[in-house]
């Protein structure tokens, strides 16, 4: 069992705070599902002092190797690969759908296609090297269809259906949207075996 916090889109100022691991103690692992100021994250990577896994969002900087700004020290952006973490196995895929061509980390539904092939062949070789199935996805935007919405920068990715129906994962984790149309009494829904969890603005849970 892993106690997780995981947080994503907006500062929560109760968690924000020198005593956040007073608030939610036992917390194991931070999961962030992106378009979160990287210092919150660092801050919490600090404080709690444990691993922190992220995936970026369409607010995000674009990731860059030189530039020391485009992502969160101490943390581990996990955007198209997968870890292997106490006992867990996590992937992670960021971005959302495109609304504004040449913004970083937003991709056309054909580009977030390309997108999963490419991770498969590594999700097939950790389940074989780990003989264990995907635990958690972490992503950005939701699936399409669920948890999205009508709106051009809302709609679901359709790659993200698949790759659901393909590995598999226990728990896909998103950010991204809120219910404010669709306003289901819940936040999460179950998938093709798949629970998929609406974390914005986060949730703290535990991961069997
Ligand atoms: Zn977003």
Request: with cysteine; glycine share 6%.
């Amino acid at each position: 069992m892993m106690k997780i916090l995981a947080i994503s889109d907006q500062i929560i100022d109760r968690i924000y705070s020198i005593s956040v691991r007073e608030t939610y103690p036992d917390v194991q692992a931070i999961l962030s599902c992106g378009d979160l100021p990287y210092e919150y994250l660092e801050f919490l990577v600090s404080i709690y002092n444990v691993p922190l896994l992220y995936v970026p969002g369409n607010h995000d900087p674009e990731y860059t190797l030189h530039d020391a700004r485009s992502r969160a020290h101490g943390c581990e952006n996990i955007d198209g690969s997968t870890l292997f973490l106490k006992g867990l196995f996590f992937a992670g895929l960021g971005g959302s759908v495109q609304y504004q061509p040449g913004t970083p980390n937003q991709y056309t539904q054909q580009a977030m296609f390309l997108r999963v092939y490419r991770m498969l062949p590594a999700l097939a070789w950790q389940k074989i090297r780990y003989r264990r199935t995907l635990d958690v996805l972490l992503t950005h935007s939701p699936p399409f269809g669920i948890h999205d919405d009508d709106d051009p920068a809302h709609h679901g990715l359709h790659a993200l259906n698949l790759l659901v129906r393909l590995a598999r994962p226990r728990h896909l984790l998103h950010g991204h949207t809120i219910f404010y149309r669709q306003n289901l009494q819940d936040h999460v829904t179950h998938y093709n075996g798949t629970k998929i969890i609406n974390i914005y603005p986060f949730r703290v849970m535990n991961l069997e």
